[in-house]
């Protein structure tokens, strides 16, 4: 088929690729234009080759649906793509993302989208009040005008790079366009922790609180695992004898609180610590006082090998624990820092040599 358009020929070819469940006709098409110079039997003996190409490529799933629109290719990627190699806490994150990500170019197709359109969309998403999940200070104060994190604009960008560099290789792009845009950097930000005496007086503090924190908050900061890690704990994960805790899978939530289980990525996520006497002497303590309390619930108890469960034996939620430390932070004259904090090499190390000196009460 030739046009004469602007002075240049323009050739269209169509390929029928059978019909939909509605009875049409299902077809790709690509437009190719003859390179300047070429006369019209070199046009000729070339379209019919390009017709050829071109068959093979559809037939072969080759050809790239050129078409089809973010909003689509998402859809299909987060079942194809991220059911399998997500994990479940990151399947739920990405499907919130994609709400955002959709509402701005979820109608361009793939192959019209620029690095104009994503950085027009990360400037959007650093307006005041977009943040759904608002914080506010102790005066009732909204935090930050209700902006979201840089943080939290870079993983929309990298949602967004992960699914085009999907299309990339499943041959429906030929480049990552996201490579090529600004996202905002995310600003080094040192996360507080406490000072040696800090940490003997939070330790002390701890004395008078209930059993079941004291120990949670006293393993954290003695191994400095992940609080899903804490969570995850089992009876059977405590060596007494040997005085070893194993680390081998984290509890997690997602959606509506329902508590998940999720196995280490890698081997070097299964990891064990060695317990000191005092340590040991506190969760044998911690033990006791769980059979008492599964003993005062009666036929209410939920059977589970959890060290850390609700008043009738389920697995406790993650945020259960956060919440109760920033509670017991805030009553004391410690500097405000965060159940993450406690991670840090330092305070680690600190903890574990008064320890060794404490007595559980």
């Given at each position: 088929l030739y046009q004469l358009l602007g002075g240049k020929f323009r050739d269209e070819i169509r390929v029928y690729c059978g019909i939909d469940i509605n009875g049409k006709r299902l077809g790709k098409s690509k437009t190719w234009i003859p390179e300047q110079g070429m006369t019209p039997k070199q046009i000729e003996k070339e379209l019919e080759r390009q017709k050829i190409l071109f068959e093979e490529e559809v037939k072969n799933g080759t050809c790239?649906?050129?078409?089809?629109?973010?909003?689509?290719?998402?859809?299909?990627?987060?079942?194809?793509?991220?059911?399998?190699?997500?994990?479940?806490?990151?399947?739920?994150?990405?499907?919130?993302?994609?709400?955002?990500?959709?509402?701005?170019?979820?109608?361009?197709?793939?192959?019209?989208?620029?690095?104009?359109?994503?950085?027009?969309?990360?400037?959007?998403?650093?307006?005041?009040?977009?943040?759904k999940h608002k914080r506010y200070d102790s005066d009732g104060n909204l935090i930050?005008?209700?902006?979201?994190?840089?943080?939290?604009?870079?993983?929309?960008?990298?949602?967004?790079?992960?699914?085009?560099?999907?299309?990339?290789?499943?041959?429906l792009l030929e480049k990552n366009v996201a490579e090529r845009a600004d996202p905002p950097k995310i600003p080094y930000k040192e996360l507080p922790y406490l000072n040696e005496e800090q940490i003997k007086q939070m330790i002390c503090l701890l004395d008078d609180e209930p059993i079941q924190y004291r120990t949670m908050i006293i393993l954290l900061i003695y191994t400095g695992i992940r609080r899903g890690e804490l969570c995850g704990l089992e009876w059977k994960d405590i060596d007494f004898e040997n005085q070893v805790m194993r680390i081998c899978r984290s509890s997690?939530?997602?959606?509506?609180?329902?508590?998940?289980?999720?196995?280490?990525?890698?081997?070097?996520g299964i990891r064990q610590f060695?317990?000191?006497?005092?340590?040991?002497?506190?969760?044998?303590?911690?033990?006791?006082?769980?059979?008492?309390?599964?003993?005062?619930?009666?036929?209410?108890?939920?059977?589970?090998?959890?060290?850390?469960?609700?008043?009738?034996?389920?697995?406790?939620?993650?945020?259960?624990?956060t919440d109760w430390f920033s509670k017991f932070i805030k009553r004391t004259d410690l500097p405000y820092v965060t159940l993450h904090s406690l991670r840090h090499p330092y305070v680690k190390s600190t903890t574990k040599k008064y320890l060794f000196f404490l007595v559980p009460t």
């Open positions: 790239p649906d050129d078409k089809i629109k973010f909003v689509d290719f998402s859809k299909r990627w987060m079942e194809e793509y991220g059911k399998a190699n997500l994990a479940v806490k990151t399947y739920g994150r990405y499907g919130d993302y994609l709400k955002r990500i959709n509402q701005s170019i979820g109608h361009l197709k793939l192959r019209d989208i620029t690095p104009m359109h994503l950085n027009h969309f990360y400037r959007s998403l650093e307006a005041e009040g977009i943040n930050n005008a209700g902006k979201l994190a840089p943080k939290t604009i870079v993983d929309h960008h990298r949602v967004i790079s992960k699914i085009l560099a999907t299309a990339v290789k499943w041959g997690q939530y997602v959606g509506n609180k329902k508590i998940i289980t999720k196995e280490p990525k890698t081997k070097s060695t317990l000191s006497s005092t340590a040991c002497a506190l969760l044998k303590q911690y033990r006791l006082w769980q059979r008492q309390e599964k003993l005062k619930v009666g036929d209410r108890w939920e059977e589970c090998d959890r060290l850390f469960t609700t008043w009738n034996g389920t697995p406790i939620y993650p945020d259960t624990v």
